[in-house]
């Protein structure tokens, strides 16, 4: 519902601690450092090597890529598994072991094979190209030209062939087919070089094209080989490769077993190159380091006594945000509003000063992606199966926060799915407050009121940031304007009451007067006039949500399309329940898919375009703590 607290952080240490110093900043993962003036305050930069490891954390990310192909464990394991846990005194050890070796021969291994694959390539390209040479008697080293003829070995369309004998003299031209496709023909060519010229040009214009014999396919064929007696070298040679290949995937396999291994010292790699990176962020004299940094006023007590033991050698400094600094922002929400943090880092954090729309958009989300998907069988699935993982997976971070984002919405799609929808195209009348498909018009109705509840409540928002803002006349005669006129319009075109007209016209004074900033009476009535206009947009932005009708209808729809084909599939014979099975299965998940697809996007969409444009203004910097980062293990 806030934004945090936050205070820039100053940090003066004895030099000979800045190795401990670090360590214990990121083990605690408090503060994002931010990097010094060095040249105000006098002080050096540090150097800091991180090309080596840089390296090193490239090349086991790449051997872990390599050696994943054996892994054993299936899906359900490796969704559910958990993460190796590495403790403090294990990453001083990691550090100091001597993985090069078996990185070496994880390389070597990937090498050898690769080597292997690209020459059976070659070996099978060698032996596609003389299959359709099989056929050919003659020793392949006796194709080649003599003192008087020209001897060539080609292919060419089949159509060309049958012209050819008409445009080639019998006499100094002889052609010999050595295989025939239903497109193309080989062939093997004698004529006489004394007409070579002639006899190439007609070869050309019939799009004949010359064939050779490799290098290795001459050296395997000898003296007097043919080309079968090169297709059989060529498979013992592809069978001795390919025994070499079966070897080293063995011995792949034998290393796959280090991968856990490995995935322990890439990521204590990798916290060493966010160690080095953010020291270069240090300003340094001769014996002492200087470091600044922001910190949430809350965690401060926590930093003071992770440096307690440090007390004689450390001195710390807080102090608020000037009005010139741009501080990171914090989200600050209680836990059940936390999962739709998503939403808002989505579209862009709050600018200092204003507020956080969280728990604001938090039930207006919960209701549309509800009324969208309308599908409680839909819902009951998507929140035991966002459940379960968060119960049996236990993921941290981004993903345990977005799972439990979606277990909420599944929760809301039983609700709403129960009362508007129903269970997989089934509904259940007697709990049902409302059918979209009977009663499209009120259901229609019910989404334009929820439209103009979350536009009006925009509005009320933007009226409070501006009294936070002390821009008293504009949130009070302007904001409380459309907040007295809204209403009005819809009660009087409803009601026909002359205190609804009075009331909107009360509330269209204070825009027209107040709208404009100009200190020119005229134009300021005029220009406040004209903002009346902006009426037009907030009926635009209300007509926006029909879409909470279209898509509430469409997903019913599907469903009732899915079971009425079910039941035309159990009709057919013996094997009917099969296919009704399939097409059950299938045509719901798939429903399911795009439901909540489409649920979720035009849901958010609403959000992002009708509603914080009413009062919400983006551009915050995260914070970014430097803190133990992990891809494949957890820090304990």
Sequence with gaps: MSVADVQKVHIVAYSGLKKTFINSLQEEGLLQIEKADFDTLGLSTPFTEVTTVEHQLHRLSHALDYLSQWEERGLAEKLFAQKLQVTSREREEILSEDFIPLLDQVENCEKEKNDIDSHLRFLEKEEEFLRSLQSLQLPIKSVADTETTEVVMGIMPLASFRELSAETGEEAFWSHVISQGKRHVH??????????????????????????????????????????????????????EKGKRELLEEKGKELASSREQLMRIH????????????????????RAIFLEGWIKTVDIPRLEAKLLPFSELVQCYFRPPLPEEDPPIILENPRIGRPFEIITKLYGLPQRGTLDPTLYLAPFFFLFVGLTVSEAGYGLLVALSSFLFLKFAKPRGGLRQFLTLMAILGVATVILGTLVGGWFGFPIRKLMILDPLKDPVSFLILSLALGFIQVWFGTLLNMISRIKSKEYLQAIFVQGGWLILLPSLVLYALMKQSVWGILALVGAAGIVFFAAPSRNPIARFFGGLYSLYDVSRYLADVLSYSRLLALGLATSVIAMVVNTLCQTALDIPWVGWLFAAL???????????????????????????????????SGGKPFKPFALESKYVEFI
Aim: charged fraction near 25%; hydrophobic fraction near 40%; charge should be positive.
């Design 583 to 617: 097409i059950f299965v299938g045509g719901h998940l798939f429903n399911l898919g795009i439901s909540f697809l489409g649920g979720f996007v035009h849901s958010m969409r609403l959000q992002f375009v009708e509603f914080f444009s009413k009062f919400f203004k």
């Design 267 to 286: 990521d204590v790699l990798l916290n060493e190159r966010e160690k080095r990176l953010s020291s270069r962020n240090l300003g340094e004299t001769t």
């Design 187 to 240: 062939l093997l060519l004698v004529y006489l070089k004394s007409q070579k010229e002639h006899y190439r040009q007609i070869l050309k214009d019939n799009n004949f094209s010359p064939l050779y014999f490799t290098e290795t396919m001459l050296k395997e064929a000898g003296d007097q080989g043919k080309v079968m007696d090169v297709i059989q070298a060529l498979s013992k040679e592809k069978d001795l």
